[in-house]
């Protein structure tokens, strides 16, 4: 089995495509190119010199990382999606760059929720948190902490709320508005997710999946989630039928956000286009 913990990025194979790609995603992302040599590997918590934006200094897209040296002779994405339509709740997640050292950041991963829950706007006791876990053939074992939460301005300065969360929730959102008058900036809770884009941190390389649990502190039991939605950790290799061979044995091909289009004729790189495109929501 191979971990989290092997991800590395690379530039090695299939260059010429993914100029390409940042070409297209340019439009909206203001991806431009930048030498393979400068996209490093690092694992970093501090986020007090980092915006995390996806401006001028985003680098190209690279051929990982997931599975190491998988993505060295695979094309992988970094770009995912996560859904529940009992929920109506729709989101995208892509990997952590830093836009400053153009250096991966392999414990951070950024969320943008696309299509929020109705009731966080309303509801006293509705709320969701996120959990990572791992898996292999003997089993799926979680991390019961959920997820630290950062806040980022999508527009203007750009820069992070210093008030994190480990959970969404109408009291938690009122919170941030009210402790940094963002309504000033006409932040509301009908209209918080269009304004601000969430980095999930400490999320630990063994990590492979995440958890989106969502709660009613009114239900029969308050501690058990109503519904789940689970997803894949961005990167992942980008053709879901080699990603099921390459994890055989477990759940997780089945959370690979293409896995409704293995059965087509889609090659490689159409595949890696496909779910890059997620990365166009940012």
Known sequence: MFSKALRISFFKAHKGRHIQLALLVSLSLLFLG???SKV???????????????GSNFPTLPDGPSGGDLCQSEICSDCGRVAHSGQSFEAVLSSYVDPQTRAYILDLVRLRITQP???WSTSDSEYMQIFRFEEDESGRRFN???VEISFQKKYGDRRYLPTTLTQISKAGLMELISRHSLGDDGVSLTNFFEHFIMTLRDIDLIYEGFTFAFYDAESADPSEAVARADTLIPSFIANPNKY??????TSLP??????HLRNSTMNDDQYFYKANEFCLMF
């Open 34 to 36: 930048c030498e393979a």
């Open 40 to 54: 490093q590997r690092v694992v970093q918590t501090d986020m007090s010199s980092r915006d995390g934006s996806r």
């Open 117 to 119: 829950v109705a009731n």
């Open 144 to 146: 019961n902490q959920a």
């Open 244 to 249: 099921a061979a390459f994890r055989q044995n």
């Open 254 to 259: 089945r959370l690979h956000p293409l896995y």
